[in-house]
């Protein structure tokens, strides 16, 4: 008896304690980009690049689809559990408001790009420099609920993820044969646009208040399912979508670091998505996949045609599959990548990875 209740006494400051922790921990989270990291802003829009029936969703939480283009929780979601905080709303919900705005927001909108012009099939679409008009208008409501001082230090205090890029070369430059940016721009020229388009993306981000932003590059672009139906003879990786991707990453990380001198810290960090892909593309079995280039869910070679839909073929284990749909990793494929953004090597992550940033920034 007084056992137990020491018991409950304990299982309860214990409780408190992990509460409070968690309360004090939570920084704001704020994601900008496109379909690899929209938590379903899309739903709100009139658009075909959407995510938001089955089986989209099919492993998570409430087996439901909520709009992300993942069988369960996609890369915030895990960036959200690892830093102590709840998964984001998209900005357009109309849930996110009063107090849940304090937690931060999620900007991503799926098929758009750095560039104005990518993803126009898509029609209506939350593009980049609309993103950051939202994060603005975001800011405004918070102050209004907070002030400006206390709004400030929670948009300075934030984590931030941007992840765009891809859909510039598979929506855009190579989405048909002759595009007009590739009658425009021959590949290198192209990537080199790209990355001076980038950089005012992100020094915007700077001037709206940003401090700790984790830049993802491109994925391993020519060996997603969709590339090996469309493009790849013997399914080896589309040899033209894999050159973008390895002119595109590393003249990235050398335009962060030309940023990070600039302002003076270390605001911007790379994460090497790529080389994080790569090692499940190239070695499933050691990840526990079964394969890295049928996707789970879709229909044709590799499963890599069209959409995923309830008509198409779905695989019994999700877990055991790299790629989801065509052209988005699995919810455990998204668990690896963000396993790596927190504690990978100066290789994945550069400058430091998530854990040294959040061991760095919990002292200030
Ligand atoms: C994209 O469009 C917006 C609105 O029309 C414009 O303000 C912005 O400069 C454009 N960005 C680029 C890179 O062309
Ligand atoms: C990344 O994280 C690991 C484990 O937390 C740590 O040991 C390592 O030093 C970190 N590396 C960098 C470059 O920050």
């Known amino acids: 008896m007084a056992n137990s209740l020491v018991l409950l006494i304990f299982g309860l400051v214990m409780a408190l304690g992990r509460f409070s922790s968690q309360a004090e921990a939570a920084r704001a989270f704020f994601v900008f980009g496109d379909s690899l990291v929209d938590n379903g802003n899309n739903n709100y829009l009139a658009t075909t690049a959407r995510a938001d029936s089955y089986p989209y969703g099919i492993d998570y939480p409430t087996r439901r689809p909520t709009g992300r283009f993942s069988n369960g929780l996609n890369i915030p979601d895990f960036i959200s559990q690892r830093i102590g905080s709840e998964p984001l709303l998209p900005y357009l919900s109309p849930q996110l408001n009063g107090q849940r705005l304090l937690v931060g927001a999620n900007f991503a909108s799926a098929g758009i790009g750095i560039l104005n012009d990518t993803g126009i099939q898509f029609i209506n679409i939350i593009r980049m420099f609309r993103q950051l008009e939202y994060f603005q208008e975001y800011q405004r409501r918070v102050t209004a609920l907070i002030g400006a001082q206390r709004t400030k230090q929670l948009v300075n205090g934030a984590l931030v993820l941007i992840t765009v890029g891809g859909n510039d070369f598979v929506n855009n430059y190579y989405l048909v044969p002759f595009s007009a940016r590739s009658r ?159 504690t990978g090597t100066t290789e994945y992550m550069y400058p430091m990875n998530l854990s040294t940033i959040m061991a760095l920034d919990s002292r200030i």
Not at 224 to 245: F, Y
Not at 249 to 275: E, K
């Open 184 to 342: 425009q721009y021959n590949l290198p020229d192209y990537v080199k646009f790209l990355i001076t388009e980038y950089r005012k993306i992100l020094l915007r981000l700077y001037d709206l208040g940003a401090r700790r932003v984790l830049v993802t590059g491109t994925g391993p672009l020519g060996c997603v399912p969709a590339e090996l139906a469309m493009r790849s003879r013997n399914g080896e990786c589309a040899a033209d979508l894999q050159q973008a991707a390895s002119l595109f990453n590393p003249q990235l990380v050398q335009m962060i670091r030309g940023i990070n001198s600039q302002v003076g810290s270390d605001v911007f960090v790379a994460a090497n998505t790529q080389l994080m892909s790569n090692d499940f593309i190239s070695n499933p079995r050691a990840f526990g996949f079964v394969t890295s280039k049928i996707a789970c869910c879709g229909q044709g070679p590799y499963n890599g045609l069209g959409l995923c839909t309830a008509a198409s073929n779905l695989c019994p284990n999700r877990d055991v599959y790299a790629f989801w749909d065509p052209f988005h990793p699995s919810e455990k494929a998204n668990g690896i990548i963000v396993q790596q953004i927190l």
